[in-house]
């Protein structure tokens, strides 16, 4: 029996690696997300009032480490597409923020810090899939 032994491509076991970590971490983030709110619920003031609010940050800071090892197991035309995608992302998100603080001054409300991340992370979605096209 004739076996052959292929070499998987790295770029797609980091991006399944990378699936079932983003995967997982957004339950857990919103597992503890749940149980925050829930807690706030209950305790309306101190100090212990604004750890909870921050106990969701832990699932959202190990995001990070998950985004620099999947970049880290591509290859360099996948990081150089992803790299491309969050330049343009970033500079979207920055020339968009700064024109709506112009338009805060001139009287627009002051929207949630949420909406710059929110944004950034939708720029990105936009920017990779045409950062891709320009590279066929």
């Not at 070499?7 to 797609?12: A, D, E, H, Q, R």
């Not at 980091?14 to 706030?40: D, E, K, N, P, W």
């Not at 009032?49 to 990070?64: E, M, R, S």
Request: charged share 10%; proline share 7%.
């Amino acid at each position: 029996m004739n076996q052959t032994v292929t070499n998987p491509n790295p770029t797609k076991l980091a991006c399944l690696r990378y699936i079932r970590q983003m995967a997982g971490m957004t339950i857990a983030y919103l597992i503890v997300l749940f149980a925050a709110v829930t807690a706030l619920k209950h305790v309306h003031t101190g100090p212990l009032h604004y750890a909870i609010a921050l106990l969701p940050l832990i699932p959202v800071a190990f995001l990070v480490p998950i985004i620099i090892g999947y970049l880290r197991n591509t290859d360099e035309f996948e990081r150089r597409m992803q790299t491309d995608s969050m330049a343009i992302a970033g500079g979207l998100t920055a020339l968009l923020s700064v024109t709506y603080g112009f338009l805060e001054v001139a009287g627009l409300p002051h929207p949630s810090a949420w909406w710059t991340w929110t944004v950034f992370m939708v720029a990105w979605a936009i920017a990779r899939p045409v950062v891709g096209r320009y590279y066929q």
